[in-house]
């Protein structure tokens, strides 16, 4: 049997007064995931362990069946590995957006949606004038950049941007934690040392970014600018298994995603990755290149993770609307055409959806809580469930699953 995830980033949400008590799950028109979850099983999950933060970076990896424990190391490693960057021992890589200030606050954490051709020339120009022996500015993704600093320390406290907006910035500044004795650290600089090295880059960035022509242009045109870094989820390069490791019966496998924290995820994973032209990571992303990909890497390998991104951004900025129709986008030209195409092959397929944790959109950032999920195949017993959503998966038949449960059921399913 062959394996497919197909995961909606931050889908998950609250129940909504102006939506009469219900989730944009429940409100969404979701067809496809509905008749998944009536004629397979159903359940819900924890994707975060206990003091770890709620991002995408710890969720994702626990879906995956990974013990945080052993293997977290931040988002900026496994972004490192998703741009090729291959990480030395003495290296700390940390995730670099590009944001909006404004009046002195995080007036959004992605710089008015770049583009990632104008995010490059911001991150080069930011590496050409802050750059040096020690520190390195890569490009990755529209905002989503990555920041390498020699001799770093990951023990620092750093405010994900997201998670702060309409917030006033420099009390989010990052902060040296107490020193670890551990032969990682050996050699490094202290924590603290660290924390100002990183605190001056933000600083001098904003001077940096405010004089660049982008900006000026877009300071014309009363758009939002992109006029500040800020570094966030730091680490070492992590060590982990493989799928295959896990579960010999994946012989072969590939990731699908426009995020590189996710590809970083699906490389260390022995996971081909799959580009995908026209994947953005927002509602405009090419959702019927990402199923036509995902069709064709099933009929030659045994396992997909197939990663849609565009709810997590409608919840960041607030947009119910939005949100709903990147779910229902999910449904109709993901969901759909995967299960009728995979539903007619000899060899069967187990297909499973859910997010990876909530975004919801009266908050605009990520919280903890159990996620729904399904499992479908031609000949799984279905349990009770009629409609997949928040509310409707607590009667499922998986129950409440906790992190590397939910692939290990998966993949015996």
Known sequence: MKHIIILGDGMADHAIECLGGRTPLQAADTPYMDML??????????????????????????IMGYDLDKVYEGRGPLEAASIGYEMASEDMAIRCNIICLADGKIKNHHGG??????GDTLIRYLDEHLGNDRVRFITGIQYRHLLVVKGGNKHITCSPPHDHPDEPWQPLLVKGDTPVDSPADKGRMTPEETAELLNDLIVRSQELLAAHPFNQKRREEGKDEANSI??????????ME??????PEVKSGSVISAVDLIKGIG?????????????????DTNYEGKAVAAIEALRHEDFVFLHLEASDEAGHDGDLDLKIRTIEYLDHRIVEPIYNEVKHWDEPVCIAVLPDHLTPVETRTHVKGPVPFLIWHRDITPDNVLLYDETSAVAGSYGLLKLGEFIRAFMRS
């Open 267 to 283: 490389h260390y994973a022995g996971l081909n990755i799959v580009e995908v032209e026209g994947a953005t990571g927002l509602y």
């Open 242 to 247: 493989t799928i295959g490791e896990m579960f």
């Open 230 to 239: 800020w570094p966030w989820s730091p680490g070492y390069r992590p060590s």
């Open 37 to 62: 979850a009536r004629k397979g099983r159903n359940g819900r999950l924890v994707t975060v362990p206990e003091g770890f933060p709620p991002g995408s970076e710890v969720a994702n990896t626990a």
């Open 113 to 118: 949606h770049l583009a990632t051709s104008d």
